[in-house]
């Protein structure tokens, strides 16, 4: 059954912190499909309430807070303002964009944990937690960085390895140091209340494993089935932090509820505010409702390293609740690559949303094209200056733009704008409008089953449509003998140019707009998508207008030397040496056996992008180990390398490989990797001093 079936939805899209601007990997991981999705629904007459806001709890606004100088409201203040801003100016269309440190917010979340914990769903433990002695607090997950025990990551974070993507404790890291003062926390007795995911695990292997096979994303399930498989474990639902919701317990004082709990609760305090400011009832879009058929649709459009968070923990939070509706889907989107490079905040690689609006003044959908044409849909994908303007260029100027150009002016020149019918359609006129009839159904199974880019791809076939009818028809030439006939070629170019700005209402709103004033028409809804009569006899068009213009040479290659001013300026940084770490004892320097090893085999770990297996000759034994390496090395390239290892490191699982030591590796700035080996051949076993 189509999704279009249903009558009712609630779409939210990921909250975005508020310590930092948007840029184009978070458009194409979650707000341009969601926007897209929802322009749809309401084209369909569907009951839609499209909600997001920022997140403003998160301990990445306390660091960066602490950092700058000033308070967490000062910079939630400043981003959220920016964000918003940016948002309305781009086009996305909200229903609300909310805050999560607005009071509606902290009540809603605290009235959750207070359900749960009334319900006897809290495990209340005593925890021996990390605690910066320097700084006199216990410290949050994000306040935590060390080495990743999968992928040997060494700025993984205390909750999450954002290299591998595989969530952690605090305690599970190598080396942990305190992002506050740089030095080595000690372990301090604390309480907190856990939600037990491991209670819930047979309960979201029946709804999610076995409930949502073939309806998630093959990305999004396969995620989701790794995550299980490997077993779920009890999740602190408190911190002791300064910053955020409070825990409403008296015991609890000077603790806050996790990011995580209260997070995704800020889709439902954001509905809450829209329908208090709007006279609605928020519950009929988050509550079961006593006939289910009147249960609204609810759908996450976010990133993927959101995934478990949104599949796992937050339904897991619903269900225990009890009262509130679960997830349909989750169409989570991978990652957007910039320029043969990851997109990074820290390293200014990055195309900011701001700082786009700015210098491409009323270019809002040819952004919104070239993502929705690249999104990452199942697997990575990158964004060029090259391919956006090639794109602008050669399919928006060039197919669509041009089309409609001709239309009109052709219209113009020869009746004035006036439509008229005027001769018998032709064999080939009635072929190119049943034609055209077909894409709105090629567009709404694409739009329904989450392929934006082939709905897209869809839109543009029908502008290519009408280039094509344009192009074999030739009215230019015909009109001098048989003005009637143009009449008609005219007319049926017209139902084109009209049906187009229906089709481009999801994906290009503000075209459609100028298409709609151009055809001096009211813009229509989907039911009248493929109809041959939406422009009549005797109908006046408007004025024409260029619907897009060139991207030049010179404007592309300003954003390429931004990019590498960027770079120059990292590189400049990373040249100047980061400061020794505290002094160790030469007794602590002992404890590490480092060997000369050599690899003598290596294959990729199946299912991973980043994980070699090798079996190297350690000169005492010939061992197992897993190393985050293969972006950087081929297995066939390393096979006889040398390399040192840590013999005497702690055996661990990884993807259920038992890894024993690790081979030690330099990382420059731009997180290159390269082996630390010997610069001639040496006896494996040897000593590294």
Known sequence: MSILSKNRFTITSALPYANGPLHIGHLAGAYVPADIFTRFLRLNHKDVVFVCGSDEHGAAITIKAKKEGVTPREIIDKYNKQIKESFEEFG?????????????????????????YEKGEFIEKFSEQYYDEEYHQFLADRYIVGTCPHCHNEGAYGDQCEKCGTSLNPTDLIHPKSTLSGKTPVLKETKHWYLPLDKYQPWLEKWLIEGKKGVLKSNVFGQCQSWLKFGLQPRSMTRDLDWGVDVPLEEAKGKKLYVWLDAPIGYISATKQWALDNDQDWEKYWKKQTDTENDSTLIHFIGKDNIVFHCITFPAILHAHGEYILPENVPANEFLNLEGDKLSTSRNHAVWLHEY??????????????????????????????????????????????????????????FDGRVSIGSTLTDTDQATLDDLASYPQLISQAIAQYRFREALSHFMNAARLGNKYLADEEPWKVYKENPERVKTVMYVATQIVANLAVFSQPFLPKTASKLFAMLNLLSQDWAQAGQHNLISEGHVLGEAQLLFEKITDEQVDFQLQKLEEAKAKNAAVAAQAEPAKANISYDDFLKMDIRVGTILEAEKVAKTKKLLKLKIDTGIDQRTVVSGIAEFFSPEDIVGKQVSILVNLEPRVIKGITSQGMILMAEDADGRLDFVNPTSSINPGSSVR
């Open 92 to 116: 996305i269309g909200f229903d609300i964009y909310h805050r999560t440190s607005e009071q509606v917010h902290h009540e809603l979340s605290q009235e959750f944990f207070m359900n749960l």
């Open 357 to 414: 609006l700015q210098e491409f003044p009323g270019k809002q959908d040819e952004l919104r094209y070239v993502l929705t044409s690249i999104l990452p849909e199942t697997s990575d994908s990158e964004f060029t200056w090259k391919d956006f303007q090639a794109r602008v260029n050669n399919e928006l100027v060039a197919i669509l733009g041009n089309f409609v150009n001709r239309v009109m002016v052709l219209s113009q020149k020869y």
